[in-house]
């Protein structure tokens, strides 16, 4: 062992012993938890930090990072494990800090639309809170994700095409920075100019500048009529070109979501989507007035029926659009249980709508050429889709084939204007992808960012960009 590798072994003990003084039984060195913190729901290896901790305050988490910042220990922000580009694996060790005990609803202004929560909380833990206030939360990327993981990776899911994503949707956040500050960014305000946009500058940047602790979000009124439908296609081609033109003609759905004829074979089998056959589908939901509902559906099944759309089925019935929109939330699950015995990796390419068609069909090519049998899924409304390969981690040879089939598909999409991540973020596994889509000047210029606000590279080191 070098004398290198001493001295960050007796920073570390000194570090857990710190914080097993401080916080008792909320610091654990146990393997298993160690193991769990240590990856997502991806294909990575588990990377173990050597403890976790679970504190309750921003305080508490303040105390921590100072702890970790005078001994140089790595801090892995974790919330509930959702992510799928390594984003909470520790591959220099460090502590882990578990943020799922910071679940409180601090705040809700029901006159002006907001609320202020800890990071640890849950999606559907603000939607269940805020029900009988008339708001909502609509940011939904599929996992019943922490909402402060959702703002570090900058999410989004099946309701972006119409209330953004989670940069349009936070107001504010508590960051602990990386010499163990509390700051506070934005404000209750719908609006300012003040000094530099910083709460956009941590949205996203996946634990890698300060760890947030509290984010203040924008709501939205239920609607008064909620409707969904379901439509089914002869091609993969006539149901994103009636995805096109549905958003080209300016109909403001909530959501519009595709599925593969292979990934609805794998919905139909796996959460019993009795009645409808395995062809390019559909998944729509319409949100507003009721005769706006009404409208909005009349108007897109006209441009089905130009597609070719067959089986349109619409319901207003709250039980059978949940069961509709598990399905297709369990989607990723149903992909998986083709070869039970892989793991998932998921592409998330993004291009501009109007080559969406192109590119999801010359993907689609491309895959089968290269000999995997891929589901594709996607918030096509905003010209998002993802591609899922099951691998086997240890088959190098398989894990080398997926990752260069990866990399034409995010070539692709960045030749046609787009992006190699529309809502997953960067983590280990998009880091080579950032200069052929940024530049290398624009990478380097994220790079005197991430030194600038963590000099030492404790924050989540070895993610998004290399120092």
Known sequence: MTEQALVQDDAISEVIGALQEMLGDRVTTSMAVREHHGRGEDYFKPVPSDAVCFPHTTEEVAEIVKLCAAHKVAVIPFGTGTSLEGHVTAPYGGITIDLMQMNNVLEV????????????VTRKQVNEYLRDTGMFFPIDPGADASIGGMAATRASGTNAVRYGTMKENVLGLT????????????????????GYDLTRIFVGSEGTLGV????????????????????????????????????????PIARIELLDSLMMQCSIDYSDLKGYEAKPTLFYEFHGTEAGVEEQAQLVREIADDFGGSAFQW?????ERNRLWQARHDAYYAGIALEPTK????????VPISRLAECILATEQDTRGSGFQCPIVGHVGDGNFHVLFMLDPDDEDEVARVKDCN????????????????EHGIGVGKMDYLPLEHGDDAVDLMRTLKQAYDPDNIMNPGKMVRV
Do not use: F, W
């Not at 920075?177 to 719908?190: E, L, N, P, S």
């Not at 319901?315 to 039980?319: F, N, R, S, V």
């Open 109 to 120: 202004h029901a006159e002006d639309m907001d609320c202020r929560v800890q990071a640890g």
């Open 175 to 194: 960051v602990v920075t990386a010499d163990g500050r509390i700051i506070k960014t934005g404000g209750r305000a719908k609006k300012s100019a003040a």
């Open 212 to 251: 947030i602790t509290e984010v203040h979000l924008k709501l939205y009124g239920i609607p008064e009529k909620i409707a969904s439908a379901v439509c089914q296609y002869p091609s993969l081609e006539d149901a994103v070109n009636s995805v096109i033109l549905t958003i080209q003609a300016g109909v």
């Open 315 to 319: 319901t207003i019935d709250t039980e």
């Open 343 to 350: 793991l998932g990796m998921s592409t998330d390419v993004c």
């Open 407 to 422: 990399r034409r598909i995010v070539e692709r999409a960045i030749a046609m204007d787009g992006t190699c991540t529309g």
